[in-house]
C-alpha cells in the first residue's frame, strides 16, 4: 500500500541523509521525497511516500521517531488529507496537435509556461493520478520531457504537523 509521510526535522546538515539512510537500511523504497524549510528557519517539512506493507509502516514510523533530529511525524494517509504534485511537461505542439494540446491543457486547468514554434511546455498541479491522467490524455509520443516534483500533502480540518 502506497503511504504518504510528513516530517517535521530540524533543519541541519545531514538530517535528510539520516532519515534516508533509515530507508534504505531496511531496503524500504522512497518514491517520492520533497523537503523544505517552515516558517521557523530552524526546522524542516519533509513529505515522503513509500510503498510497504501495514505492518511495516508501523516500523518505519517508530524509527523516524528514534532519530534525534526528528520533532515530529504524522501518516498522512491515515487521515483525511490534500496532496498535490507539480509537474512540467514539454510536448510536441504542431499543426492539428498544437490546438488539441492546448484544448486538454484547459480541460486539465494546465498552464502554457513556455511557447515556441513546435513545442509546449505546460505546468499541471494536482494529485498524482491527475497527472498521470494527462499524460495519457496527451500521449506519450508527443511528450519530450517530464519533470515532477513528488507529492507534497496536508492534513485536512484542524490537525497539524507543528511544535
Known amino acids: 500500500m502506497k503511504y504518504l509521510i510528513s516530517v517535521l526535522m530540524e533543519n541541519e546538515a545531514g538530517s535528510l541523509s539520516r532519515v ?15 523537503v523544505a524549510p517552515t516558517d521557523d528557519p530552524t526546522l524542516s517539512r519533509l513529505t515522503l511516500t513509500t510503498n ?4 511495516k509502516i508501523e516500523q518505519i514510523t ?4 528514534k532519530l534525534i533530529e526528528i520533532v515530529k511525524v504524522i501518516e498522512l494517509s491515515d487521515c483525511v488529507h490534500i496532496e498535490r504534485e507539480l509537474m512540467l511537461i514539454k510536448v510536441r505542439a504542431t499543426g492539428v ?8 491543457a484547459d480541460i486539465f486547468r494546465a498552464q502554457i ?10 505546468q499541471i498541479v494536482g494529485d498524482s493520478e491527475k497527472l ?4 495519457d490524455v496527451i500521449g506519450r509520443d508527443k511528450i519530450l520531457e517530464v519533470v515532477r516534483s513528488g507529492v507534497i500533502g496536508i492534513a485536512r480540518g484542524e ?5
Open 132 to 135: 498521470d491522467g494527462f499524460i
Open 62 to 65: 517508530k524509527q523516524l521517531h
Open 113 to 122: 509556461v513556455d511557447v515556441t514554434p513546435n513545442l509546449y511546455t505546460i
Open 97 to 104: 496537435n498544437r490546438e488539441e494540446i492546448k484544448r486538454n
Open 52 to 55: 510497504v506493507d501495514v505492518d
Open 159 to 163: 490537525k497539524v504537523l507543528a511544535v
Open 20 to 34: 534516508v539512510g533509515l530507508f534504505s537500511q531496511r531496503g524500504y523504497n522512497i518514491e517520492t521525497l520533497n
